[in-house]
């Protein structure tokens, strides 16, 4: 018996990003590769959902791997405690 294939539903925006022809590694570089995230964020720069794709990653807690949103898992989550603070 074959196991069913899971499919996973990206929300529409994810087609428009431009890191959709990227190779996944430069948004996901791992701690010591500094260079890899100033590259990521250049492309974010260009990226015409930026801004959908930092509220997807912070309502999705995406804040221990990767570039989203054109912000570091550093900047996401400064960003997450300070909305934190002003929701409180």
Not at 2 to 27: G, K, N, Q, Y
Request: a positive charge; charged letters at 25%; proline letters at 7%.
């Amino acid at each position: 018996m074959t196991a069913p294939m899971l499919t996973i539903e990206h929300p529409p925006w994810m087609r428009a990003a431009r890191c959709v022809d990227s190779d996944p590694d430069i948004f996901y570089p791992g701690w010591g590769h500094a260079h890899l995230v100033i590259y990521a964020k250049r492309i974010c720069a260009q990226c015409p959902v930026t801004t959908e794709c930092l509220t997807y990653a912070l309502d999705h807690d995406e804040l221990n791997h990767g570039v989203w949103g054109g912000l570091s898992v550093m900047e996401r989550r400064r960003l997450a405690r300070s909305q934190r603070r002003r929701s409180a």
